[in-house]
Nanobody
Framework: QVHLVESGGGLVQPGGSLRLSCAAS????????MGWYRQAPGKQRELVAT???????NYADSVKGRFTISRDNAKNTVYLQMNSLKPEDTAVYYC??????????????WGQGTLVTVSS
């Protein structure tokens, strides 16, 4: 079994910063890609950023230049540094891990989500 546990969400004023963390637990040999998605009220879940083992990053246009994704492969942990936050960044942020190799291969594992609220 593989579980993802997110932390770091909360309430922040516009222009502020938050750092999200997501740790994968279990007997894990490797995780091909880790990423963050978000879902705002009344909207579909959307990609925020992803990162592969070698460090290839992909960002949604709406967060480029403001958010930075990173990972610690030894800790099976992914981070999302969010700067210059805007009210439209308000959403539940979900961690995702794809192609997780244990004694089995898990595709598309999701965390429980952490709420980020940007408001004055």
């Amino acid at each position: 079994q593989v579980h993802l546990v997110e932390s770091g969400g909360g309430l922040v004023q516009p222009g502020g910063s938050l750092r999200l963390s997501c740790a994968a637990s279990g007997t894990i040999f490797s995780i091909d890609a880790m990423g963050w998605y978000r879902q705002a009220p009344g909207k579909q879940r959307e990609l925020v950023a992803t990162i592969t083992i070698p460090g290839t990053r992909n960002y949604a246009d709406s967060v480029k230049g403001r958010f930075t994704i990173s990972r610690d492969n030894a800790k099976n942990t992914v981070y999302l540094q969010m700067n210059s936050l805007k009210p439209e960044d308000t959403a539940v942020y979900y961690c995702n891990a794809d192609r997780v190799l244990t004694t089995d291969m898990y595709l598309g594992v999701w965390g429980q989500g952490t709420l980020v609220t940007v408001s004055s």
